[in-house]
């Protein structure tokens, strides 16, 4: 059981990790584009302009949880390095719930921008809203899982990582 868990683990980082490299290298290839088509060409490509901006927007919020599990987000835990084991694993959870909670908040949040995005299109390409915006939950839960893994490993080792606070 162990095995299929650590599996899928390594599964989904390198899926999101490849996945934010493919958002990364569209949205520079299409700002290039869009360069090059204003001051070479002299023609204005609109349509680079509005995907490499949902390209970047995908980037970003997958890349949270990539930081996340790299313990690459601001943390302060002076007070939990000199803390005995059972005050240190009881700081882990007291700092973790209120970030699950408010994660969890705003992937309910984003579930009813989704529903506008269901009658709203993007402005040149006409592409349906509710794209750009699932962005929010599925970057948001991954972040959340990431959290959890870092809870974990933080409760198993309190002085090996950080969260967030």
Known sequence: ???????????????VTGLVVLFFSYMAIAVL????????????????????????????????????????????????????LPAQRFLTVVIALP????LSQAVYGSFALIEIGRIQSSPV?????????????VGLIYFGFELLLAMAARWRNPTAGSLPT
Not at 1 to 15: D, E, I, N
Not at 55 to 83: C, E, P, T
Not at 99 to 102: D, L, T, V
Request: with cysteine; proline share 5%.
């Open 1 to 15: 059981m162990f095995r299929v868990g650590t599996v899928f683990v390594t599964a989904l980082r390198k899926l």
């Open 33 to 84: 584009v869009q360069i090059a088509g204003r001051y070479v060409f002299n023609y204005s490509i609109d349509w680079t302009a509005e995907t490499a901006t949902f390209a970047q927007i995908w980037m970003i919020l997958l890349a949270a949880g990539l930081a996340m599990r790299d313990k690459l987000h601001v943390s302060v835990d002076a007070l939990a390095h000199v803390l005995p």
């Open 99 to 102: 970030c699950i909670w408010f």
């Open 125 to 137: 390409l006409q592409l349906p809203m509710w794209i750009p915006y699932l962005s929010l939950p």
